[in-house]
């Protein structure tokens, strides 16, 4: 029906009325807009039905709605790595084709946004405790104001986390795949790592209420010619969600309380691995931050925001969901 499909209360009755008087399907005015709502519900009066009003009438002018209300917050990695300077000061030198002494390798490749979402991950499991016979110093990595030395234990860490992971090292790009992601997990001794698997939103909502951070991978560009490849891909990660509620109140043209309504909203947070660039809330499902998230989390609080960037990753979405160290 109808009155499943509309958000507004009025719209559902002013829509069913249409409905019920033969002047359009269901399936027609579950995609009119309030205006072409209201002219059919004119024409209705013009043809002579005038509206019933009645104690159950919505008085579209009198609705109101409480403040959104935060019922949930959760954001579960500590840092905002990203892929350049500091954080490459370990990687790899490779050769910069603009250095003058071309054929020297010259340049620290860039860290890989795979090495990096692993990392990031790991800070949240503090997990593994020795690496190459090194212990770990968990206070420097999950510092969420690093100095130069913390700085160098995270470069650090990230080169080795990219030779796990197999990085091909690049100036500008440096690559690898959700598989060997995997392996790296397994090769740091993490105990429980999915194989990558496409993305399915109620499992990443299972694994965010197992508070275990996801895994993503997406591609911005989608070719088709006689096969389908991707291009210009991404990982990053979500770790988090934000839930909120507001109430709507109905009253009829008398003034009386017709009815309440309770709307709600859910969003996964999004740690971009671009040193805290676009992280934020989003939509669940959508992977844009070429359109901003649509909450950015300062310090505790919430703050409307957008941005122009062109980084929308709605394609080949992968997954791997419930890492556990």
Known sequence: MFIDMATNYYYQLAGQRVIDAGMATAEEMS???R???????????????????????????????????????????????GQRYPFNIATPLVFNPFYPNIGELTEHAV????????????TYHQFPKVLDQNT?????????????????AIAQYLAKIGHLAGNSWGLNATSSTDKKARKAFLRLGYSYVP?????????????????LPVYMSGSRIKHQFIITWYDKGHAWVVDGTLERERTYTFYNYDGDI?????????FFHCNWGWAGLYNGFFRKGVFNASEGPVFQDR???????????????????????????
């Open 31 to 33: 995609n009119k807009s």
């Open 35 to 81: 205006a072409e709502i209201h002219q059919l519900v004119s024409d209705l009066s013009v043809d002579g039905e005038e509206p019933v009003i009645g104690p159950n009438t919505i008085d579209p002018s009198q609705t109101i709605s409480t403040p959104w209300t935060t019922t949930k917050r959760e954001i579960m990695i500590p840092v905002k790595w």
């Open 111 to 122: 860290v890989g946004c795979v090495a990096v979402a692993i990392g990031q991950i790991t």
């Open 136 to 152: 770990l110093n968990w206070d420097a990595l999950t510092n969420s104001n690093p100095q130069i030395p913390e700085f160098e």
């Open 195 to 211: 194989r990558p698997a496409k993305y399915r939103q109620a499992l990443v909502e299972e694994s965010m209420s197992n508070h």
């Open 258 to 266: 017709v009815s309440t309504s309770l709307t709600k909203q859910s």
């Open 299 to 325: 310090n505790g609080q919430l703050y409307s925001t957008s941005n122009n960037s062109t980084y929308n990753y709605q394609y080949d979405l992968s997954m791997m969901i419930n890492i556990q160290s």
